[in-house]
């Protein structure tokens, strides 16, 4: 693995002093895309939580779960909202394999994870990406690239995996979700996770802390407080679990014995 530093691509923006979530992701997963500040608190985090990068893996499998379920459910379009710096298994990779034609629109704040979607994303007519903070869903559904790639009166599947957790009360997440419901069309899905501190409380409660730190603190959120979020979607089955609970591809896979090790949430909404 070789680390960047400066890289010619990066945004001149950056401020390689101070971490940012989507490269502190990007290390977990064994990515290059990050600099020393991101390093260092990942690192740190990992000490607190030494399952991290093995729960990062447990969120990135589970998103390609939700989004094989959405194709099987006959969505054709796909809104990704805090999708990160690009890894292997992409929304667009996996929706593209099943249909080239479908559109997919990722979207995120980090300017990083901008930038390298856009450099990977070169010549692909299907997908695209929207540099928008998802806290504005006016400014996000305005927006005309978005417009132009979904059609908002079919069937969208929006996937926030791993973002929520970063939208602090005070901006109230389930009132953004609230307008999000309200801009996509009945027979949308939602597929989301979420950091909890309901089973490693000790550890998730600790890297809480130290997240708090950092310019994007984390908010751990309790079964309840996730399910609120859904407020108006009907759950598919089997509901909010674990992480690798959500429709596991084998009985391995599920942890069925360890599942709340996972500290994060995972489900999927049908929009009536
Ligand atoms: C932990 S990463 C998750 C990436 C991807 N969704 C995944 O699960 O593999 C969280 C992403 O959300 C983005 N993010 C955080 N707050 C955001 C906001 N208010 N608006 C848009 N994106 C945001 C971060 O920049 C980061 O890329």
Avoid at 194 to 206: E, S
Wanted: charged content about 20%.
């Amino acid at each position: 693995m070789h680390w960047l530093e400066r890289p010619d691509w990066a945004p001149g923006e950056i401020d390689l002093e101070r971490p940012s979530v989507a490269r502190v992701y990007d290390y977990y997963l064994g990515g290059s895309h990050n600099f020393a500040v991101d390093r260092q608190l990942a690192q740190r985090a990992i000490r607190l939580m030494p399952d991290l990068p093995l729960i990062m893996q447990a969120n990135r499998a589970f998103l390609r779960r939700a989004v094989r379920f959405l194709l099987a459910a006959g969505v054709r379009q796909f809104l990704d909202i805090g999708s990160g710096i690009p890894t292997v298994g992409n929304v667009h990779e996996i929706v593209h394999a099943s249909d080239p034609d479908a559109p997919v629109v990722y979207v995120d704040s980090d300017p990083v994870a901008v930038a390298h979607s856009r450099a990977i994303l070169e010549g692909n007519r299907s997908a695209t990406v929207v540099q928008c903070d998802l806290r504005d869903p006016r400014a996000l559904f305005g927006d005309p690239a978005l417009r132009a790639a979904l059609d908002l009166s079919q069937p969208v599947g929006v996937l926030m995996i791993a973002v929520l957790h970063f939208v602090p009360d005070s901006d109230d997440p389930a009132g953004v979700v609230g307008r999000l419901y309200d801009e996509i069309a009945p027979g949308s899905y939602l597929a989301l996770t979420h950091a909890t501190a309901d089973g490693d409380q000790a550890n998730a409660r600790a890297v809480g802390e130290l997240y708090a730190q950092s310019p994007s603190p984390l908010v751990l959120r309790s079964r309840a407080e996730v399910s609120a979020l859904f407020k108006g979607f009907s759950p598919i089955d089997p509901g909010i679990v674990f992480l690798p609970v959500w429709r596991p591809e084998s009985e391995r896979d599920s942890h069925a014995h360890e599942a709340e090790r996972f500290s994060g949430y995972a489900g999927v909404g049908l929009r009536t």
